[in-house]
């Protein structure tokens, strides 16, 4: 197509060096016809798109004027633009002119023939092949993929979002992509946040934990076990005040489960639940057992993350169990034995997916509230009863909704987050969830029921040997697992990394002159210390440090280098830790 002088180079280029969007690319229906008709020369004697209207994208306002603002002002080496709507090429091609080759750029376009126009205009090859463009297909999955791979951005330079003003015109799909790019930007940077901060403390939790996790057993004869059955997510806010004594006088043949903080507000409306689980890696979790009736939660399990604090798992006093979970040394490692759990955000979000992968044939959601009418966030019992009522929330962390019947409500940042979450696996997961809705922030995704429809749709009902099936399977999970032969790795890493060291000493001493050298070295660190998908885990801040001095980072002075040695030595610091924790002689039984 002469219109098109581009758009096969393209293609093929694509094909190499991004073969998921081109398989995606290729999987599209094209209105050849409107590629065809749609490029002409506007009254500006540039090229433009005609929509609908008959009106090109740009005869109202002229490329130069919505795109000059389209650089990237601050760390523009170490950042990472996103484009949504690339138009035929005019915001895209500015930002690729005016951003440094290490600059990345990933554009988001929701329309399969715009994509192609913009394809066809200019050669993308060079940006291509460089790493430095990338074309995302419109698909959630595939976007979170990219988001995560941004982590250095995140963390050495800044993520620009730019919606194309212009694509807008074309529907309401444009602002609905840029909404879906922003909350999953926030939500990674919340995520990486708390990694930067607490993975160290998650991931030595797990090493503290580890014996004990062999010990204690495995949650896989629970897949599947609930079948024919119908389970229940008990929260605790304000609404299970509301229903839970309902509930606690006609349970039904459902399974009942709650969050291990949840117990005592549970216990206060009268219900016992099957299990409780366990997620939070702080050690204020402690301050749980303040509330907890120990004697009436002494045959209640416990599925308890990998993560736990080890003070919050040896206090609890009933049956434990373990969940792997995501982010930690079991990913990688345990993955063709052990399920490994994305745990979320919050423990209902947990629950969902487990219950999910437990194959219970419905949920019901109750006292998943999000939000809080009055002045208290939680039901009775709750450690935090009182937060409100004491201003224990920042102010700057409040944001205000609004229930189905259009009253304002208030909540905080963390909670909506959790909701979308929520909403978002509500999507794919293949389970119906029900809300018994108390009136509250609403789920998008599940379907709002009362008492009545409760009872009416049998939610709570199940052949009572179907729940003989599953605590039998419940107390399968306590078989213990073998011990894992690790070999030490602390002796080579020692040997590897001192002599790098010793390199990199001779280097600095004419830095000047040495600085591709030095680059060398640096990198060849940081791929060293990823190179062992166990160890990984609990090096990720020292990998993200490393990766700033070999990635983010353009030339190097001398104190550099006293850098690089603190961050060597928490390196090995770490390994010798983990060797002591998970290398065991021989194969014997877990304790």
């Not at 939500?187 to 939790?205: C, P, Y």
């Not at 798992?313 to 373990?322: H, K, Q, S, V």
């Not at 809300?435 to 009362?450: K, M």
Request: with cysteine.
């Amino acid at each position: 197509m002469s219109a098109y002088p581009f758009l096969k180079d393209n293609i093929e280029a694509l094909s190499t060096y991004n073969p998921p969007f081109y398989s995606w690319l290729s999987s599209q229906d094209i209105d050849e016809e409107q590629l065809t008709n749609s490029l002409f020369q506007n009254k500006w004697n540039i090229l433009d798109w005609k929509m609908e209207d008959g009106n090109g994208m740009f005869e109202t306002v002229p490329p130069n004027a919505l795109y000059k603002s389209w650089t990237a002002k601050e760390k523009p080496n170490t950042s990472a633009t996103i484009i949504v709507g690339c138009n035929v090429g005019y915001g895209l091609n500015q930002v690729l002119m005016n951003t440094p080759e290490s600059h990345k750029v990933i554009v988001v376009e929701p329309n399969p023939e715009m994509l192609l126009a913009c394809l066809g205009q200019t050669d993308y090859r060079p940006f291509l092949k460089a790493g430095k463009l990338h074309f995302c297909p419109v698909d959630e999955n595939s976007l979170m993929s990219i988001i995560k791979d941004l982590d250095l951005q995140f963390v050495y330079g800044k993520i620009y979002l730019r919606s194309d003003m212009a694509s807008q015109q074309l529907g309401p799909e444009y602002a609905r992509w840029s909404n879906i790019i922003r909350n999953k930007l926030e939500s990674f940077s919340a995520e990486m946040n708390t990694l930067r901060l607490k993975q160290d403390v998650m991931v030595g939790n797990e090493l503290d934990n580890f014996s004990r996790i062999l010990g204690d057993g495995s949650i896989t004869p629970l897949k599947g076990s609930g079948r024919g059955m119908g389970a229940v997510i008990l929260g605790a806010g304000p609404s299970l005040a509301e229903f839970g004594p309902e509930l606690a006088k006609n349970p039904g043949q459902a399974i009942f489960t709650t969050s291990l903080q949840g117990l005592p507000a549970v216990q206060k409306v009268g219900i016992k639940p099957h299990f409780c689980v366990g997620i939070d890696y702080n050690d204020s979790m402690i301050n749980v057992y303040k509330q907890l009736d120990r004697e009436w939660a002494k045959d209640i399990p416990l599925i308890y993350s990998s993560k736990l604090d080890h003070k919050v798992l040896e206090a609890y006093p009933g049956p434990t169990i373990p969940m792997w979970t995501v982010g930690g040394i079991g990913t990688f490692v345990l993955g063709n034995h052990e399920e490994i759990f994305d745990a979320g955000s919050n423990v209902s979000i947990t629950l969902a997916r487990f219950l999910d992968w437990c194959g219970f044939k419905h949920i019901l959601l109750v006292g998943q509230d999000f939000a809080w009418k009055g002045d208290s966030s939680h039901a009775p019992g709750h450690q935090n009863t009182n937060a409100v009522r004491n201003n224990s929330y920042n102010p700057a962390m409040l944001v205000e909704l609004k229930n189905a019947d259009g009253e304002k409500l208030s909540s905080t940042v963390q909670y909506v987050t959790s909701k979308r979450e929520m909403e978002d696996d509500i999507k794919k997961l293949q389970t119906p969830f029900y809300n018994l809705y108390g009136g509250c922030a609403v789920i998008e995704g599940t379907h709002n029921v009362d008492m009545q429809k409760i009872n009416e749709a049998g939610l709570l009902s199940a052949i009572p040997e179907i729940m003989d099936s599953f605590e039998n399977a419940m107390k399968k999970t306590s078989t213990p697992r073998p011990l894992p032969n690790f070999e030490p790795r602390s002796p080579k890493w020692t040997s590897s990394l001192n002599h790098v060291t010793k390199r990199l000493e001779k280097l600095f001493r004419k830095h000047g002159k040495n600085q591709d050298e030095i680059h060398k070295a640096l990198h060849d660190v940081y791929f060293f210390i990823r190179q062992d998908l166990l160890y990984m885990p609990y090096l990720y801040n020292e990998i993200l440090d490393i990766a700033g001095l070999a990635r983010a980072q353009a030339s190097y002075t001398p104190k550099d280098l006293p850098r690089y040695k603190r961050i060597v030595k928490k390196i090995l610091t770490k390994v010798r830790h983990m060797d002591r924790s998970i290398c065991f002689t021989g194969n014997r039984k877990a304790a």
